[in-house]
């Protein structure tokens, strides 16, 4: 929809405002919103003609927490009646018991019939005044010498904080398995306040978004302000550990929400988080999430999962509303795809567009219930996708699904009774891969149709070419059924329908995907209302060419994402590498090739410990709870959630060495949540094993409660986990590797074989975590390796085997976020080389003679090291390189980019020049890639998977090899492992990728085991050492006859850096982009810190 210039948001502020005089249902503190407007937004004024939500709707919104002291959120909290019982009721201001009736007896003492932190204003016991100081928001700059008895946390303002300080009496008065969950919970800190402490800010926007406070003559109201929300913090950031995600939408299913606004990316996504999002589709909660915020194809979860409504965003063309004359562009901060439900009109990114459109389902709920009707999530769903805006052509699209979210005509779907049936596909996943030739049969669509409500309805399984087809391209997978009868229930444990891959023509799609489209019409007196749900897979058949490449057996569904690299090593001691591979479940796999096929060794897979909050083992902890006697976790796999599936999610690469000189291989490998393990090769937990890093709860806001020795707050962002992959190095020289950790409580562990913390252990590094994976290398010359991290604060280390920091370290770097540093020697002359990468960084290196420095456009991901061209020189391999990544985080890119402006950038060792780009259709590796020759001509690739749902293997040229890419239809975010895993006689090497869509791929190549292989896996090496010194166990250091030698650049001139003489990275060639984008873009910091004369080094 398009409107002309002279239609300004100014004319229709002017409409909206007579709307809005004439209609005494509006809020009266509403100010003309383009986006709530009828025309050029959601028409969200519309439906508050109708209503402006319920509060016995409650919205739940999973993020990072609420600020307490959000005026207009205070009174939209959902306050838990059942935890606040006898003298924790509110009283009025003569000490005696509230009235109303009902539900709210004893509660409602402002008599506005809703039960809030208003109910205490007059309070004796809160409203009384103290001498003591509170600070306005928590600005330690903005004391007040007075404040309210009740004001226990401080912010000068009475809040749902001091409602939970006051009464939490540590007992579970509701019985509901949360002990005084007085204002919803916090899932990150496993406590009952879910108070934003470290400001992130986030779920107060959502909160406010969706449900801000109405007719209160302050800020905007949320699209539902009679609606409460219920605040549940899964996170200090914008993603979230899939598990602490899963158990908020848990709650909120057990606890009365009917919606659950996802306000974040999940880190992974488990058998547990589906059985969650599962549990809450049949508790009739919508569950409502953001695509993902950056204009790509890859699958974020939860938005790509099952029983969610995926949102994206879309905004005005212009550079504010008044000046616009299109309200459609897509945003260039929210992504798209086949999976996307419908946008919400914004100008933030995904996630905000989906707590739009939580307060927009909100209002239906209202309204049903209004209308004595009770909504399946299902049946909520349809309605929303039903009446959207179509905003492209007729149907679906990528970029804005099924149009945009349109409120007034979703709430006048209830009161009309356009209900439309319920249409839902359990299998196939999402992205699923199907080969015709490795399938065992026929696509079995499973999934259900009903239509309760109606008179009769009609059933259509269908499939068509592409992700975003024609309606007229569809065609009949089965007769379609017409006339069912209301009370039959179609589907269940019976197919829908059952497609042959064998025949599908997938036409010149590269992706080989085609849409499932299951669709029924429910048949009304006088109407025809329509649902439908939507797969989108890749077949892969004779018709479009097959995968002589793919190793039988292959791709593995291990049931849940896999994150991690893979890593490749003979544990079961027959000679040959088995794969090494773990997923988000919690389970640690090990694949060996038996007969030509993959076959899980004895003792695997192995399980992590139970989640915190559904481990019962947990007894030295006694301030972690236990929701165990959750009505979800009760009823079990019996119609609820199974806690068996609530592990420990393994989302990084394990580190495979003999530990304990027994001649075996142990494996080493952390959890999200904050657990270092050791299994021998029988899958069993080697002595002194698991070690469970120390918990750091919230610091106390309550001034009497001192803090503990370590807790979290604005300044130290700290909490218990760790995703740096564990590297093994033997720092004191007894032929036995110690373990080195990098945690998120700001430290970096080193622990000795048997478990033990090693003398000066643990090292703590600043206020943030530390998510790089550290590196080892011998810095000083003395034989040992030193251990090199970068921390959260902008700082690499040096660190001996003592825990000391070395000389002249550490090196700041003006970023917060550093990737892992990698050790290598460029000039092969012993002397190591000191890799830095950041983020968000002004250009930047460390010169040993003096000299200009320079910078580099939009580099992310850690870098990989190798002779790529065989000039005898080491070449740098890093994800970016790209000006317009900077798109991503202005949002100034509403198109799809092109596909050469993702990939890998090659640096050579010898010029410091760019010699290539490995270009990709989507982001790639969020890691490294591996170096190896892959084609048998004696050149290796750099071998990288993408969020675009493909495998590349391509030289320092771009050149890809001969059968790549390789489709997965998912994404690879993890770095591919290579090397001979079904010992063939010609050892050919074979790569080991995983994608988050939790399938494990293997190809072979034409590459051998002898052949080139210079970065084996992620980290260089089995024991992610970072480092090109350590010795590979396959692979030749025999250079190729021939260096390789690319066709001219392109006339503008790539960045580029010098390595030599020493430690100096210098940009050449034109600006990419402003200052302010390069601000925001990832750039890669190649800091070249070379040892000189044993122990002395270059300062920056």
């Not at 003591?132 to 946390?153: F, K, M, V």
């Not at 495979?656 to 270092?676: C, H, N, P, R, Y």
């Not at 050790?823 to 003679?849: C, H, K, M, S």
């Not at 990989?864 to 990544?885: C, E, F, K, R």
Request: overall charge negative.
């Amino acid at each position: 929809m398009r409107f002309p210039a002279a239609l300004s948001l100014a004319c229709l502020a002017g409409i909206a405002t007579v709307a809005l005089r004439a209609d005494a249902a509006l809020p009266s503190d509403y100010t003309a919103d383009w986006s709530y407007a009828p025309t050029s937004g959601m028409d969200v004024e519309g439906a508050w003609n109708t209503t402006l939500g319920r509060p016995e709707i409650a919205i739940a919104i999973a993020s990072s927490g609420v600020q307490w002291d959000e005026q207009d959120l205070v009174d939209q909290a959902a306050l838990n009646a059942g935890e606040l019982t006898g003298d924790a009721r509110p009283q009025r201001g003569d000490g005696s018991a509230c009235g109303g009736g009902g539900r709210l007896a004893g509660y409602d003492c402002n008599g506005d019939g809703v039960f809030t932190v208003a109910d205490y204003a007059e309070d004796p016991r809160m409203k009384s005044l103290v001498p003591d100081e509170c600070y306005s928001r928590h600005d330690p700059t903005r004391p007040s010498s007075i404040r309210l008895a009740g004001d226990l946390n401080r912010n000068c303002i009475l809040d749902p904080g001091d409602i939970i300080l006051r009464f939490s009496d540590g007992v579970d008065d509701d019985a509901n398995g949360y002990t005084d969950d007085i204002c919803g919970w916090d899932f990150f800190a496993n406590d009952n306040d879910p108070y934003d402490d470290a400001r992130n800010g986030q779920g107060t926007t959502h909160a406010r978004v969706a449900a801000a406070r109405a007719n209160n003559g302050g800020g905007q109201p949320g699209v539902c302000p009679g609606c409460r929300y219920v605040p549940l913090r899964v996170t200090d950031a914008e993603t979230a550990a899939g598990n602490d995600l899963a158990q908020a939408i848990v709650y909120a299913s057990d606890n009365g929400a009917r919606v659950v606004s996802a306000g974040v990316n999940a880190v992974d996504h488990s058998a547990f988080a589906r059985a969650a999002l599962d549990y809450a589709y049949g508790k009739n909660v919508l569950v409502v999430t953001g695509i993902g915020d950056t204009n790509s194809r890859r699958h974020d979860v939860p938005a790509a999962a099952n029983h969610v409504l995926a949102v994206g965003g879309v905004r005005f063309d212009g550079d504010d509303p008044a000046s616009t004359t299109a309200f459609t562009n897509a945003d260039g901060c929210s992504s798209f795809g086949g999976h996307l439900g419908l946008v919400a009109s914004t100008t933030g990114c995904a996630r905000d567009a989906a707590a739009r459109v939580a307060g927009v389902a909100g209002l239906l709920y209202s309204a049903a219930a209004g209308a004595s009707l009770t909504l399946t999530a299902d049946e909520a769903r349809q309605i929303l996708l039903n009446e959207a805006d179509e905003l492209g052509p007729a149907g679906f699209d990528e970029r804005t699904g099924r149009g945009r979210a349109n409120a007034a005509r979703a709430v006048d779907a209830v009161a009309s009774r356009r209900i439309p049936p319920e249409v839902d596909v359990t299998s196939p996943a999402f992205f699923a891969p199907v080969y015709a030739n490795l399938s065992l049969g026929p696509i079995s669509i499973q999934g259900r149709a009903a239509a309760p409500r109606a008179r009769s309805y009609d059933l259509f399984v269908q499939w068509a070419p592409g992700t975003e087809p024609a309606d007229s391209t569809f065609r009949d997978i089965v007769v379609p059924l017409r006339g069912i009868p209301p009370t039959t229930v179609s589907g269940g444990a019976t197919p829908l329908a059952q497609l042959d891959p064998a025949q599908i023509e997938t036409g010149a799609d590269r992706e080989r995907a085609i849409t499932i489209r299951v669709r029924a019409i429910a048949h009304y007196d006088g109407q025809d209302v329509t649902g439908e749900a939507r797969r989108v897979v890749s077949v892969t058949n004779q018709k479009n060419g097959l995968d002589e490449d793919l190793l039988p057996g292959f791709p593995i569904a291990l049931g849940a994402s896999i994150e991690g690299s893979p890593k490749l090593a003979d544990i079961d001691g027959d000679g040959v590498r088995d794969i090494v591979v773990a997923d988000s479940a919690g389970k640690l796999h090990v694949f060996a090739l038996k007969d030509g096929k993959p076959v899980e060794t004895a003792g695997f897979p192995y399980l992590t410990r139970p989640m915190d909050g559904l481990n019962k083992d947990l007894t030295s902890e006694v301030t972690v709870p236990s929701y165990a006697a959750a009505p979800a976790y009760v009823a079990g796999a019996q119609g609820g959630v199974d806690p068996a599936l609530a592990r420990e999610a393994i989302v990084q690469a394990p580190a495979i060495a003999d530990l304990d000189g027994d001649g075996k291989q142990e494996i080493v490998f952390v959890t999200w949540s904050g657990t270092v393990y050791v299994v021998n090769a029988r899958g069993q937990d080697a002595p002194g094993w698991p070690r469970r890093l120390p918990l750091v709860p919230s610091c106390s806001l309550a001034p009497q409660v001192g803090p503990p020795i370590r807790c979290a707050d604005t300044q130290r962002r700290w909490s218990r986990g760790t995703n740096s992959a564990p590297v093994l190095a033997d720092l004191d020289g007894d032929g036995r590797p110690e373990i080195v950790v990098g945690t998120f409580d700001g430290r970096v562990y080193a622990f000795d074989a048997g478990g033990g913390v090693r003398a000066g252990f643990p090292v703590e590094l600043g206020a943030r975590r530390v998510a790089a994976s550290p590196a080892a290398v011998d810095l000083t010359g003395d034989g040992l390796p030193e251990i090199l991290v970068a921390s959260g604060d902008g700082a690499a280390f040096a660190l001996d085997a003592t825990g000391r920091t070395l000389p002249s370290w550490p090196i700041a770097i003006p970023s917060p976020r550093l990737t892992s540093p990698v050790a290598t020697d460029f000039e092969n002359d012993g002397e190591p080389d000191v890799i830095l990468g950041g983020n968000g960084i002004a250009p930047l290196y460390f010169p040993a003679r003096g000299g200009p420095g320079g910078g580099f456009a939009a580099f992310f991901g850690s870098p990989a090291v190798g002779d790529l061209d065989q000039d005898g020189y080491l070449d740098i391999v890093v994800s970016g390189g790209l000006p317009t990544l900077g798109d991503v985080f202005t949002g100034s890119s509403p198109t799809p980019r092109a596909a050469g402006d993702h990939g890998a950038t090659v640096f050579s060792g010898a010029t410091g020049a760019a010699i290539g780009k490995i270009a990709t259709e989507d982001f790639a590796s969020n890691g490294d890639h591996a170096i190896a020759d892959v084609s048998g001509d004696e050149i290796p690739e750099v071998i990288t998977g993408t969020s675009g749902g493909f495998l590349h293997a391509a030289d320092a040229c771009g050149r890809e090899a001969a059968g790549f890419p390789k489709l997965t239809s998912g994404w690879i975010a993890g770095t591919p492992a290579v090397g001979d895993i079904d010992g063939d006689r010609e050892k050919r090497l074979e790569i080991v990728a995983g994608t988050r869509e939790g399938w494990l791929f293997a190809w072979t190549t034409r590459g051998t085991a002898n052949g080139k292989v210079l970065w084996e896996s992620f980290r260089h090496d089995n024991a992610n050492t970072g480092n090109t010194k350590t010795k590979l166990a396959q692979g030749t250091p025999e250079r190729a006859a021939t260096p390789l030698v690319c066709e001219a650049p392109e006339p503008e001139p790539a960045a580029s850096f010098d390595v030599g003489g020493g430690c100096a990275c210098r940009a050449t060639g034109p600006a990419r982009g402003s200052g302010s984008i390069a601000a925001l873009a990832l750039s890669l910091l190649l800091g070249l810190v070379r040892r000189r004369r044993r122990s002395r080094f270059t300062e920056p």
